[in-house]
């Protein structure tokens, strides 16, 4: 114990001197691995013992990673390195590779500077390394890459020496291809990956070795004494000679940037407020005596200390006792009761975190992932999170004993604020609690959990696929009366422009920006001056404009519009899904003089059955959750890969050979892909690779909807029928 002891004091002493302080995250697709490296970098700094690292998977202290071999949860370390006579503390995450905890990956992103870009040298970029270099690149976080498992190439694949190294310059030459499509300016600006610079590293993490090109010049270790030892088997050799950790540790240092290089770049891109306040100097100097400013990336809850919120602090100090406020809940004081950090599964309790580190701390009650946390009453916030993918499917649970339900509701509400990329829905009226996630995986994960650690025995119905609604056609005037008659709202709906819509979703257009930069950018995008400057709400990827001229009264009632409109785009006309992608124009208003007639009983519903019985007359449809499909195969199991895509209403738009193996690119709708993976297995006599990731959402097939619809809304308990636009809409 005396050496993990003695880390945590050369830990708790580094972290002062934000100078020597590297954050870095371990990002790759699924499989390729990410943990048996942070195996390895553990045990280099002597934090696990050498003979476990790769078989003790530390960071995946969750007991479901060790049962199926991934991991799930995105865990931090603290470790320290020495290098060229100095020592360094490296704050390390190791993130989830599998598509359905992609939204891991992006919290990590906020909290680290650097990312280790893990690639397999016999299988290449997947499409889930290209999420995460986004996802990366998106951040600012600079990358370097370590291209793992080289003595497949040897041993499996039986390469000689000069097709080796062919091969893995194949690999640089893909992953800095995207690196300069994804963000050239970066790319030009030194984050070309080069292995003569020092920025990719070769090696084998299951057998504990690697090289990089001036790591050859310490060690006199060259590419053909790897080839030869691969070739003879002597793994031993190379783990003593070029051990590692030492490699990739050593690039780490070298090259990613400490936080004080890191965060003049980084706070530009996350944090939109005013650089020249206190709280934006502090946080672009990393200054440890300025306001505290953290972004929580991660909660977890821990049986004896409660919620522990992880996160990164750009500036500002944390000690017990501080008194802080999470921006965006109510002005309370939230007072820390504990202070520390993560060495893999256990928390460590120091006196104080200084800025440019990553803090453990209990005591935040109002904090959520994405939450801004600061001494400051007022601060602007940082950037939300935005996540790649949406939740496309959903499970039914209910409490197996009545005694439990109370239980129930509250381990949700945990779960939720564990895991923002869930959704959480608690239906009073009928008692039944939705979760929505990324996949049948992500669901099966969540619910084990709340049996396992929460102990809520629970029933699951089978997963049913989230659609969303949409209009496809305009309708002007749509008339929503008050129950009293005395109120009138009239509006105009269309669909939003996809362009609009995606620069929604990439946060190009908020309700958080100034009034007139929001202008600007829809000016730009083709809007009229009218609409651009009287954006009202934006909910989702819907909009409010608010068109009326000089009507009274409407400044007092606009926020009951506002809630009227909230409660149709949650639910709406045809099956009670969310409403997506809906352009709405609040064209007129006549209101009663008498505030007491027109209090929310009666604009609520009135805004509500206008936007409903205006979308069923523009013409409302379904859409479904589609993903994209990556099949490879050897080439004699071609055809059973593409009929495996186009027999689930799907479309093969790609095919690429390499070698004996082809790979089928083709997406296909969520609600087809239940037991695919079975299916492809038997299908392919168990030699396909495959791997899917959401792709968006597609209209429903016109001669479908109404099937699909009338059985969504049997199973929600509505009225059978297809509904009409004057159930929503009085006609008198």
């Known amino acids: 114990m005396s050496r993990g002891k003695k880390t945590v004091e050369r830990v708790v002493e580094l972290m002062k001197d934000p100078k020597h302080i590297r954050n870095i995250g371990i990002v790759a697709h699924i499989d390729h691995g990410k943990t048996t490296l942070s195996d390895n970098l553990l045990a280099g700094a002597g934090i696990i013992s050498e003979e476990l690292a790769g078989k003790q998977l530390f960071m995946d202290s969750d007991a479901e990673e060790q049962a199926r071999g991934i991991t799930i949860d995105a865990s931090n370390v603290s470790m320290v390195h020495e290098f060229e006579g100095q020592d360094y503390l490296i704050n390390m995450i190791d993130t989830p590779g599998h598509v359905d905890f992609g939204g891991d990956v992006t919290r990590a992103m906020r909290a680290v500077d650097g990312a280790v870009v893990l690639v397999d040298a016999v299988e290449g970029?997947?499409?889930?390394?290209?999420?995460?270099?986004?996802?990366?690149?998106?951040?600012?976080?600079?990358?370097?890459?370590?291209?793992?498992?080289?003595?497949?190439?040897?041993?499996?694949?039986?390469?000689?020496?000069?097709?080796?190294?062919?091969?893995?310059?194949?690999?640089?030459?893909?992953?800095?291809?995207?690196?300069?499509?994804?963000?050239?300016?970066?790319?030009?600006?030194?984050?070309?990956?080069?292995?003569?610079?020092?920025?990719?590293?070769?090696?084998?993490?299951?057998?504990?070795w690697a090289i990089s090109v001036p790591y050859m010049k310490k060690s006199g270790v060259s590419f053909k004494d790897v080839y030869e030892k691969c070739r003879s088997g002597d793994m031993k050799y190379l783990a003593k000679h070029s051990p590692l950790y030492e490699v990739v540790l050593d690039m780490v240092v070298h090259h990613l940037p400490n936080p004080l290089e890191a965060q003049p770049r980084r706070v530009n891109v996350i944090w939109h407020g005013d650089k020249t306040t206190k709280e934006g100097k502090s946080m672009l100097a990393c200054d440890a005596t300025g306001p505290v400013a953290m972004m929580v990336t991660d909660i977890s809850f821990d049986p004896h200390a409660g919620e522990v919120a992880t996160g990164r602090l750009f500036s500002g100090s944390l000690k017990r006792g501080d008194g802080l406020y999470v921006m965006g809940s109510a002005k309370k004081e939230n007072r820390l009761q504990q202070v520390g950090i993560f060495m893999g599964p256990k928390r460590v309790e120091v006196e104080e975190i200084?800025?440019?580190?990553?803090?453990?701390?209990?005591?935040?009650?109002?904090?959520?992932?994405g939450s801004t946390v600061t001494s400051l009453l007022d601060m602007f916030p940082f950037e939300s999170l935005k996540h790649y993918s949406e939740p496309v499917m959903t499970v039914a649970v209910e409490a197996k004993n009545m005694k439990d339900l109370p239980k129930l509701v509250e381990v949700l509400r945990q779960v939720a604020k564990e895991d923002p990329t869930l959704g959480i829905a608690i239906n009073e009226e009928t008692g039944e609690h939705l979760i929505s996630g990324m996949g049948e995986l992500h669901l099966e994960i969540v619910t084990g959990r709340i049996k396992r650690d929460k102990g809520v025995e629970i029933v699951t119905s089978e997963p049913i696929v989230v659609y969303r609604e949409t209009v496809t056609g305009k309708v002007e005037s749509v008339e929503g009366k008050s129950p009293n008659r005395h109120n009138r709202f009239y509006f105009d709906l269309e669909p939003l422009p996809d362009e609009i819509v995606d620069m929604i979703k990439a946060g190009e257009i908020s309700m958080n920006q100034p009034a007139i930069e929001r202008r600007?950018?829809?000016l730009k995008a083709g809007f009229d001056k009218d609409e651009a400057k009287n954006v009202k709400h934006i909910k989702g990827t819907n909009m409010l404009f608010d068109m009326t001229k000089g009507v009274q009264y409407l400044n007092e009632t606009m926020e009951l519009i506002i809630e009227g409109i909230n409660e149709a785009l949650a639910g709406g006309p045809l099956a009670d899904e969310p409403v997506q992608n809906l352009k709405m124009?609040?064209?007129?208003?006549?209101?009663?003089e008498d505030a007491i007639h027109r209090g929310p009983a009666?604009?609520?519903p009135a805004v509500r059955g206008a936007i409903k019985g205006g979308m069923l007359i523009a013409g409302d449809s379904l859409l479904e959750p589609v993903?994209?499909?990556?099949?490879?195969?050897?080439?004699?199991?071609?055809?059973?890969?593409?009929?495996?895509?186009?027999?689930?209403?799907?479309?093969?738009?790609?095919?690429?050979?390499?070698?004996?193996?082809?790979?089928?690119?083709?997406?296909?709708?969520?609600?087809?892909?239940?037991?695919?993976?079975?299916?492809?297995?038997?299908?392919?006599?168990?030699?396909?690779?495959w791997n899917t990731e959401f792709s968006g959402f597609e209209l429903v097939p016109n001669n479908m909807v109404k099937e699909v619809v009338i059985g969504i809304r049997k199973r929600k308990g509505l009225k059978d029928q297809m509904p009409t636009p004057s159930d929503y809409l009085s006609v008198q």
């Open 627 to 689: 993903q994209k499909i990556q099949i490879t195969v050897p080439m004699d199991q071609m055809g059973a890969a593409t009929s495996q895509i186009q027999g689930r209403r799907g479309q093969v738009f790609d095919m690429q050979s390499e070698g004996d193996t082809i790979t089928v690119v083709g997406k296909a709708p969520v609600a087809e892909l239940f037991g695919f993976s079975g299916d492809i297995r038997s299908a392919t006599e168990g030699r396909a690779m």
């Open 602 to 604: 009666q604009v609520i």
């Open 585 to 592: 124009r609040l064209v007129d208003v006549k209101l009663h």
């Open 354 to 369: 200084v800025a440019g580190n990553i803090a453990a701390v209990t005591g935040l009650r109002d904090a959520m992932v």
């Open 520 to 522: 600007d950018v829809l």
């Open 125 to 208: 970029t997947m499409p889930q390394t290209e999420t995460v270099l986004r996802q990366a690149l998106k951040e600012q976080v600079r990358p370097v890459l370590f291209i793992n498992k080289v003595d497949r190439l040897v041993n499996e694949l039986k390469v000689d020496e000069t097709e080796m190294q062919i091969r893995l310059g194949k690999v640089i030459d893909k992953v800095n291809k995207l690196i300069k499509g994804m963000n050239e300016e970066s790319y030009n600006n030194g984050w070309k990956l080069d292995a003569s610079q020092g920025t990719v590293a070769f090696g084998s993490a299951l057998y504990n």
